[in-house]
């Protein structure tokens, strides 16, 4: 059954809900001892392209609502989102809502190569690769992506 989309000019996507093929939040919050109060969010297909065509406050809003329906006997006053940062991965004329595709018989070899560093002759590490082709567990994700950037970042503060 394909998802039926609020009409043009609707103030969110929460009627469109649940038919949402897929609709996930995860707490990214990875480093202990430390509270981000970070949230991140999926869609994928069609309603990934959809929600890119919303506004920063109509995502949020609907995302807050969605989360009150999962929780709303556990953590019923859910504030307002401060702040929501959306992927705009589908518009973005250098990815075209592409991602990486691991074909059946590929080793987790080959994705550590990809993210393999790139030495001088002295051995010493000259470029580092991130990325969601580079995540061994999490490739061809948002996740995977996000994850790999904190990993190389991770490195260049621990050699600085």
Avoid at 100 to 110: A, I, K, L, N, R
Wanted: glycine share 8%; proline share 6%; hydrophobic share 30%.
């Amino acid at each position: 059954m394909e998802p039926k989309y609020p009409e043009a000019g609707h103030s969110g996507f929460g009627q469109a809900l649940e038919n949402w093929k897929v609709l996930e939040f995860e707490n990214l919050d990875s480093r202990p001892g430390k509270s981000w109060n970070f949230c991140t969010g999926w869609l994928c297909g069609h309603e990934a392209e959809y929600m890119e065509t919303l506004s920063e406050e109509q995502i949020g809003k609907q995302c807050v609502n969605a989360i009150r329906q999962f929780t709303k006997r556990a953590w019923p006053n859910i504030p307002k989102l401060k702040r929501v940062i959306p992927s705009k991965w589908k518009m973005n004329p250098y990815t075209l809502g592409s991602y990486c595709f691991v074909p059946c018989g590929t080793s987790v070899e080959e994705v550590y190569n990809m993210a393999r560093p790139v030495t001088d002759s002295r051995g010493r590490t000259v470029l580092r690769f991130a990325g969601e082709a580079t995540h061994d567990q999490f490739y061809s994700s948002s996740h995977g992506a996000l994850l790999s950037g904190q990993r190389e970042a991770q490195h260049i503060i621990s050699k600085h």
